[in-house]
């Protein structure tokens, strides 16, 4: 064999029994890193399985505190809304509008009574945008919250299933 083609599988040999000397401690390395990696991932699973049950046992709970809370709530907001000055006259205005309905009803009672011809207008009706204005704003503004707070849920499971 050429001196030369030995030398170098020497050279071979002697570079490959040194990278099998360093390639076990990163295989070790490695193999150590992939099964921090399995357990972190079942240790998430068992927590987010943990977490799961929990809130499967206790939604209805938390469903019905919600509730007598968003009943609470609303009492609350009629009697908060009965006690604002533009309500008020907004209650005003639309009676008022009611009341015209009983005039008119009374007069075309009064027509017939007396056996008059009814000239008595019929009532007119008009849009009432302002309550559908309102409810869009409140709907607007119930959503956002309620994205809030759902956001709120999936950062409480996010850190529950990745507290250590």
Request: net charge negative; proline share 2%.
């Amino acid at each position: 064999m050429n001196n030369d083609i030995q030398k170098a599988a020497e050279r071979v040999a002697k570079l490959r029994a040194q990278a099998d000397k360093l390639s076990a401690p990163l295989d070790d390395a490695l193999a150590q890193l992939e099964k921090a990696e399995r357990a972190e991932e079942d240790r998430r699973a068992h927590r987010a399985e943990n977490y799961d049950t929990r809130v499967a046992a206790t939604y209805k709970d938390r469903l019905q505190e919600m509730t007598e809370s968003a009943h609470a709530a609303r009492e609350r907001f009629f009697e908060a809304l009965s006690g604002e000055p533009w309500f008020a006259a907004y209650v005003e205005y639309r009676s008022a509008r009611h009341k015209r309905e009983y005039i008119l009803s009374e007069a075309r009672a009064a027509q017939r009574n007396l056996g008059q011809v009814c000239t008595v207008p019929d009532q007119r009706w008009t849009d009432n945008r302002f309550a559908d204005d309102l409810l869009e704003h409140l709907e607007k503004k119930a959503y956002e919250s309620a994205d809030k707070f759902g956001e709120e849920m999936r950062t409480a499971r996010r850190d529950f299933i990745s507290a250590e």
